[in-house]
DNA sequence: TGACAACTGACATAAACTTGTCAGGAGTGC
DNA sequence: GCACTCCTGACAAGTTTATGTCAGTTGTCA
């Protein structure tokens, strides 16, 4: 029954969406199989992932395929919409180092100033608005350093600590970072397994860019 | 000892936030006595509180004071700054109404006319970040028709279950929304009580903008 | 110095949460 | 019809969390 660890669920999540990524159906049994898991936590922890905005169908009969969800339709302002808005603004405060907190805390006042024709009243009831969410911390610490090295095409230096406790140092090529079930994780050409790695980021102990520069070719990129 | 409930916590953190902000200070026992709890608890919300960005100094020997807090001194823009304001705005390009987006496409335009050659990679490796947090859900249902209700200064019906369970309905003059300790608030004249009252967003049931217009003067606005 | 009140840690208890098991319902394809 | 699978509800058992109680420490002010 119910064994349970401190983040076993988030790892558990994380395994799934992975798996779910690779593509093709899956089975609810197939997946409580690889995570060691019961079949009914399956449907428990997909209803999560939808509940989370992730697109998952489930087919009775068949199985789960992740759909393509690169489908923003260009309909008017809802509640999702804003709520994403709101809550993605409160993920950016508590990036950790005080530099993106005081930016992300000055955001608003400055699309409130941007703001065309909403006016003034407007801008006075978005500055008195807390943004709380403190859990994440310092996960999102070596997000500013790999987002400018993704854009400067440099290498990073990596200490990871993997899933099952092992801690590697490795050399990669950082490609695209998500933001996907409540956790960070950086696409990236790993130099050590050479190939593409999904990294998380409240895994990597340390980041370090380096002064060498990589090309995203058709085998190392992300249009493989 | 640890009698719990659904949302207990929630409505304490939101009660202890009303009573700061009521101005003065506040001793850590009468805010006990005053949410009926323990002072070790009032220990651990205040902590939970600041935790989450909330401007609360305790002295010893004093209290509780909620600092203003209105500080944003002039200084430009960092490194780590400007990766804030980029994820920032990529999230509001993804999730936000057109005003919204407007406006970061705006800024973004002024940030790369500031800046030399970086901007335009970078953004575009945010575009594929997702946005999830589905848990809320329905609690800000009826934020779009406040915010717009507030800059029009348009009255709303509105249809309220107080913490005590009672529905009423009523006509509110909105004035402003905060977001404080995961919870959306509205402050607002109450024509029922013909007072400035505060509603939660999450307990609201219905709002209904009305075509009646109103203005706010000393005795009925937030400046009284 | 002493009074005061913010803090912190440790422990016990009760509530809430997570998971597994079981049972059954419902849609899809043969 | 049947097989397959998603899906839901309910219950039990284990784990985690929240709170209260107790003890002690530390900073502030008179």
């Known amino acids: 029954m119910g ?6 669920r988030a790892d558990r999540l994380f395994e799934l969406m992975r798996l779910l990524r690779g593509g093709g159906v ?5 997946l409580a199989a690889r995570l060691e898991v019961s079949v009914r936590t399956i449907y428990r922890d997909v209803a999560r992932l939808e509940a989370s905005g992730v697109a998952v169908s489930g087919t009775r009969g068949t199985g789960y395929v992740l759909r393509d969800e690169m489908t923003l339709p260009p309909l008017s302002l809802s509640a999702e919409e804003i709520e994403a808005l709101n809550l993605g603004l409160a993920v950016l405060s508590e990036a950790g180092d005080d530099g993106l907190r005081r930016a992300a805390g000055s955001l608003a006042g400055k699309i409130d100033d941007a703001l065309p024709a909403e006016g003034l009243a407007q801008r006075d009831a978005w500055k008195t608005a807390f943004v709380p969410f403190a859990d994440a911390g310092r996960t999102l610490a070596h997000l500013p350093l790999l987002r400018s ?3 400067a095409k440099q290498k990073v230096a990596l200490t990871y600590t993997g899933p099952s406790g092992d801690v590697t140092r490795r050399v990669i090529r950082p490609l695209r970072t998500d ?3 409540r956790s ?3 696409t990236a050409w790993c130099e050590l397994r050479n190939d593409i790695r999904e990294f998380r980021l409240d895994l990597i102990e340390s980041a370090e860019a380096l002064p060498e520069l990589f090309v995203e070719d058709s085998g190392t990129g992300l249009h493989s």
């Open 26 to 30: 899956h089975r609810a049994e197939d």
């Open 179 to 181: 933001y996907v079930a």
């Open 3 to 8: 064994k349970q660890s401190i983040h076993q």
């Open 149 to 151: 090295a993704i854009a």
């Open 184 to 186: 960070w994780t950086l």
